[in-house]
Structures are given as structure tokens and as C-alpha cells.
């Protein structure tokens, strides 16, 4: 019965059962659609996930109050000073401000992730009209083992956390953890729906450079059998021809049913270009979608980073701050936070730079097919699509403040060590000002 119930999981014949994982975070209100298998295969708006949405939001405001009311905050269970203050207190404005644009967009932005399946749906149909098919079990395995990856890290995240709480004898109260762990599961929930989104449009490259790669090898063997035809007898050149129908006949060795790749690479050339404009739309809605919520995500993540950081110099620079039996522990929380947020950051790079680079693969095996091939109608159709891949690049921002590649790790890595070597002159001159006082008194 297990064994028929997991098989019946791991299939995958088209787009709706490939994002089968994703549509499980509905329960939460951070996917508010629905699949539709039946004969019509759409994809639908779901007021139960909408409302699912709004009451996960509601319980974290509850939670977030109510935890400021009480005074209560992980960081202030360990020492309080002048710039842990503010530390956390930036931590709580813009951790607020993250769930806002988050949840917001989940919700009222919710038609813009259902056009971009939809669109998917769409350009599927076209690579079906050139005998290719998607391999959708391998995304769905992908979309199962992300998922299951942010479930175990964040549970084995969660678990470690309160468990060096526990051991550093603190007790937080249920809604000040709550607090502090809703943003973190909100947080990875986001940032899985945008490494579904991505390898969406990510393996759709690859398949629109899988056929480029095929019209070029066909071209490649076409012209090595034309320039040694001359050099054989009549009969070799029998055998050229019937290695040419052969060549021109077969498909491709994944995916392909009845290819014409071959048989009408003009005809294919016109639809990579089509298919090309809608994936770069996709990658648009994708931005769009995911623009404020990941800026968001990354600016908390910074933070996060930064003060994380401080407050292990803090503790290495004046250790008496700290009970001898609560520093292991002190450290261990905070390292294993500033990890955790560095992993989220380094997911959110590889995902859209992932993408970027299968996008930016076209412009290279279209330049090489126009060196080696003589037909006009082909050449005209391979400058068009060149000129379209030079205008319709792929990127991904964050509100077009900064683009979310490789580049982001560098920077923010820049950014956080300026701005702790500041942190940490703030906090010497905070010291030897306090130190000059207590001599005046002392004096006096």
C-alpha cells in the first residue's frame, strides 16, 4: 500500500503534478492556488489558502505584540547594552516589515504566480508542437527534495535553537518563540517558492538550448559529409546520401517523439524565439512577484548577519558580559543563526544566477550556427533571435536596487565588515567615555 501510494507521488507527466510540493505550502497561505488534474488542467485561485494566509498573519502579529509587551527578545536573555538595543529593535521594525511585503504579495499579488504556471503551460505546448517533452518527474524530484531540505533545516534549526536556550537555563515564553521562529518559517517558504519558480523557467532554457545544440550538430555533420563527398567514389557518395537522410531523420536523443527539429530548422528557429519571449515574460512575473518580499528577506538577512556578528565580538571583547556557563552556548545560537541567514542568502543567488546563465547560453550556439551555415531563410531567422536575445536579457532584482547574483554575496560581505568595524570603534569610544566619567566621579 506504501510502496503503490509513493509510486503514485513520484509520477509526473505534466506541469500541474511536477509542482505537486509546492502546492502543499497552501496550508499556510504563502501558495494561494490550486491545481486543477481534471480534463481542463488549470490553475485557480484558492480562498482557502487565502484565508489560511491571513490568519498565519494575524497569529504572527499576535505573537510579535504580544512579545513586545511582555519585553521580552532572545537577544535581551543574554546581556542588554546601548547598541543591542538597537540591534534588536532594527531587527523587530524590519523583521515586521519583511512579513508585511511578504504575506502581501503572497496575497493580493497572488494572480501574478498563477500566470506564471499558466505561461508555463503555454510554452510546453510549443516545445510538444516540436516533439520534445519536458522531463517533468526530474522537476518534481527537485521541487520534493528542496522541500524537504527547508523542512529539515528549519526543524533541526528550530530544535538546536531552543535547545541552547534551554541549556543556557533561559525559558522563552511561548509567544516571544513564536516570534522569533515565524519569520525564519515564513522566510524559507518564500524563498522556496522562488527556487520552484526559477527552475521552472531554468529547465525550459535548457530544453530551448537543447534544441539550438541539435540544429547545430546537425549542421556540423551535414558539412563535414559535404566536404568529404568529393573526395570518395560514386558509390561512397551513395552511402553520404543515405548517412545524410538518416542524419536529417533523427531525433534527438532525449525527450524527442517525432522531432523536425532537422527536417525545418527555420520552423524551429521561429518557435525558440517564441518560446524564448514568453520564458523572458515568466522571468519578468518572476521578478515582479518576488522583487519586495526578496528585499526584504535580504535587508533582515543583513542585519541579521551584521549584529550576529557584533554580538560575538562583543562577548569575545568583554567576556564578563556573559555568565561562564552561558557562553558555549551564547555563541552557538548566534553562530547557528548567522549560518542560517547565509544559506537562505546563498540559495536566493544560486537560484536566479542559475537561470541567468541557461538564459545567457542561447546568444553563444546561435552565433556558432550562423558561422557555419549557408541557408538565407535560416540566417534571417537566427539574426532576428539574436537581436531578440540582446534585448530581452534575464536578470533578477531586488526592487532594481541590486541584482541578485553572484555579485550580492561580495557585497553584502563588504557592506557587513564596514559597517561592524564602525559597530565596534562605536562601542570603544562608548567605553572609554564611560570609563573618563567613572574617573571624574572618582576624582570629585
Same mark, same amino acid.
Given at each position: 500500500?506504501?510502496?503503490?501510494?509513493?509510486?503514485?507521488?513520484?509520477?509526473?507527466?505534466?506541469?500541474?503534478?511536477? &509542482?505537486?510540493? *509546492?502546492?502543499?505550502?497552501?496550508?499556510?497561505? *504563502?501558495?494561494?492556488?490550486?491545481?486543477?488534474?481534471?480534463?481542463?488542467?488549470?490553475?485557480? $485561485?484558492?480562498?482557502?489558502?487565502?484565508?489560511?494566509?491571513?490568519?498565519?498573519?494575524?497569529?504572527?502579529? *499576535?505573537?510579535?505584540?504580544?512579545?513586545?509587551?511582555?519585553?521580552?527578545?532572545?537577544?535581551?536573555?543574554?546581556?542588554?547594552?546601548?547598541?543591542?538595543?538597537?540591534? !534588536?529593535?532594527? %531587527?523587530? +521594525?524590519?523583521?515586521?516589515?519583511?512579513?508585511?511585503?511578504?504575506?502581501?504579495?503572497?496575497?493580493?499579488?497572488?494572480?501574478? %504566480?498563477?500566470?506564471?504556471?499558466?505561461?508555463?503551460?503555454?510554452?510546453?505546448?510549443?516545445?510538444?508542437?516540436?516533439?520534445?517533452?519536458?522531463?517533468?518527474?526530474?522537476?518534481?524530484?527537485?521541487?520534493?527534495?528542496?522541500?524537504?531540505?527547508?523542512?529539515?533545516?528549519?526543524?533541526?534549526?528550530?530544535?538546536?535553537?531552543?535547545?541552547?536556550?534551554?541549556?543556557?537555563?533561559?525559558?522563552?515564553?511561548?509567544? $516571544?518563540?513564536?516570534?522569533? =521562529?515565524?519569520?525564519?518559517?515564513?522566510?524559507?517558504?518564500?524563498?522556496?517558492?522562488?527556487?520552484?519558480?526559477?527552475?521552472? #523557467?531554468?529547465?525550459? @532554457?535548457?530544453?530551448?538550448?537543447?534544441?539550438?545544440?541539435?540544429?547545430?550538430?546537425?549542421?556540423? /555533420?551535414?558539412?563535414?559529409?559535404?566536404?568529404?563527398?568529393?573526395?570518395?567514389?560514386?558509390?561512397?557518395?551513395?552511402?553520404?546520401?543515405?548517412?545524410?537522410?538518416?542524419?536529417?531523420?533523427?531525433?534527438?536523443?532525449?525527450?524527442?517523439?517525432?522531432?523536425?527539429?532537422?527536417?525545418?530548422?527555420?520552423?524551429?528557429?521561429?518557435?525558440?524565439?517564441?518560446?524564448?519571449?514568453?520564458?523572458? !515574460?515568466?522571468?519578468?512575473?518572476? /521578478?515582479?512577484?518576488?522583487?519586495?518580499?526578496?528585499?526584504?528577506?535580504?535587508?533582515?538577512? @543583513?542585519?541579521?548577519?551584521?549584529?550576529?556578528?557584533?554580538?560575538?565580538?562583543?562577548?569575545?571583547?568583554?567576556?564578563?558580559? &556573559?555568565?561562564?556557563?552561558?557562553?558555549?552556548?551564547?555563541?552557538?545560537?548566534?553562530?547557528?543563526?548567522?549560518?542560517?541567514?547565509?544559506?537562505?542568502?546563498?540559495?536566493?543567488?544560486? #537560484?536566479?544566477?542559475?537561470?541567468?546563465?541557461?538564459?545567457?547560453?542561447? =546568444?553563444?550556439?546561435?552565433?556558432?550556427? +550562423?558561422?557555419?551555415?549557408?541557408? %538565407?531563410?535560416?540566417? !534571417?531567422?537566427?539574426?532576428?533571435?539574436?537581436?531578440? *536575445?540582446?534585448?530581452?536579457?534575464?536578470?533578477?532584482? =531586488?526592487?532594481?536596487?541590486?541584482?541578485?547574483?553572484?555579485? +550580492?554575496?561580495?557585497?553584502?560581505?563588504? #557592506?557587513?565588515?564596514?559597517? %561592524?568595524?564602525?559597530?565596534?570603534?562605536?562601542?570603544?569610544?562608548?567605553?572609554?567615555?564611560?570609563?573618563?566619567?567613572?574617573?571624574?566621579?572618582?576624582?570629585?
Amino acid at each position: 500500500m506504501v510502496l503503490k501510494v509513493l509510486q503514485r507521488m513520484s509520477q509526473a507527466d505534466n506541469v500541474f503534478q511536477s &509542482l505537486r510540493p *509546492l502546492t502543499y505550502i497552501s496550508l499556510v497561505g *504563502l501558495a494561494p492556488f490550486q491545481l486543477n488534474l481534471n480534463a481542463d488542467k488549470e490553475v485557480h $485561485t484558492s480562498s482557502y489558502s487565502f484565508i489560511a494566509g491571513i490568519v498565519h498573519f494575524l497569529f504572527f502579529v *499576535l505573537c510579535f505584540v504580544a512579545s513586545i509587551r511582555e519585553g521580552d527578545s532572545i537577544i535581551g536573555y543574554f546581556f542588554q547594552t546601548n547598541i543591542t538595543k538597537l540591534g !534588536d529593535g532594527t %531587527l523587530r +521594525l524590519t523583521g515586521i516589515i519583511a512579513m508585511c511585503t511578504i504575506f502581501g504579495f503572497a496575497m493580493f499579488k497572488r494572480q501574478r %504566480l498563477v500566470s506564471i504556471i499558466q505561461n508555463n503551460i503555454i510554452v510546453d505546448e510549443i516545445f510538444v508542437r516540436l516533439g520534445m517533452k519536458l522531463d517533468y518527474r526530474r522537476i518534481l524530484l527537485f521541487t520534493f527534495l528542496i522541500s524537504m531540505g527547508i523542512v529539515i533545516f528549519n526543524v533541526v534549526y528550530m530544535c538546536v535553537s531552543y535547545g541552547l536556550l534551554v541549556s543556557a537555563t533561559i525559558s522563552p515564553s511561548f509567544v $516571544t518563540f513564536m516570534a522569533f =521562529a515565524l519569520p525564519h518559517i515564513n522566510i524559507s517558504l518564500m524563498v522556496f517558492k522562488f527556487l520552484c519558480t526559477t527552475h521552472l #523557467a531554468q529547465s525550459r @532554457f535548457s530544453m530551448v538550448n537543447e534544441i539550438l545544440q541539435d540544429i547545430l550538430n546537425g549542421h556540423i /555533420e551535414l558539412n563535414s559529409a559535404l566536404e568529404l563527398s568529393p573526395m570518395h567514389s560514386v558509390v561512397n557518395n551513395h552511402r553520404y546520401a543515405h548517412r545524410l537522410r538518416n542524419l536529417i531523420s533523427t531525433p534527438m536523443q532525449r525527450y524527442s517523439v517525432t522531432s523536425i527539429i532537422r527536417q525545418n530548422p527555420e520552423y524551429a528557429i521561429k518557435q525558440v524565439a517564441n518560446i524564448h519571449n514568453l520564458l523572458c !515574460d515568466i522571468c519578468h512575473t518572476i /521578478e515582479e512577484y518576488f522583487t519586495y518580499p526578496l528585499l526584504g528577506i535580504i535587508a533582515i538577512s @543583513f542585519l541579521f548577519i551584521l549584529f550576529d556578528d557584533f554580538y560575538i565580538l562583543e562577548a569575545l571583547l568583554n567576556p564578563k558580559r &556573559l555568565d561562564y556557563f552561558e557562553a558555549d552556548e551564547f555563541f552557538a545560537f548566534f553562530l547557528t543563526q548567522m549560518i542560517w541567514y547565509i544559506v537562505i542568502i546563498f540559495l536566493i543567488v544560486e #537560484a536566479s544566477s542559475s537561470t541567468i546563465r541557461h538564459s545567457s547560453c542561447s =546568444a553563444a550556439i546561435v552565433h556558432k550556427i +550562423l558561422n557555419i551555415t549557408d541557408d %538565407l531563410e535560416l540566417r !534571417d531567422r537566427l539574426f532576428r533571435l539574436s537581436l531578440q *536575445l540582446s534585448h530581452r536579457k534575464v536578470k533578477f532584482t =531586488a526592487a532594481g536596487l541590486f541584482r541578485l547574483d553572484r555579485t +550580492l554575496i561580495f557585497t553584502i560581505t563588504g #557592506a557587513a565588515t564596514c559597517y %561592524l568595524i564602525i559597530l565596534i570603534q562605536f562601542r570603544s569610544t562608548h567605553h572609554v567615555e564611560d570609563f573618563g566619567t567613572t574617573n571624574n566621579t572618582d576624582y570629585m
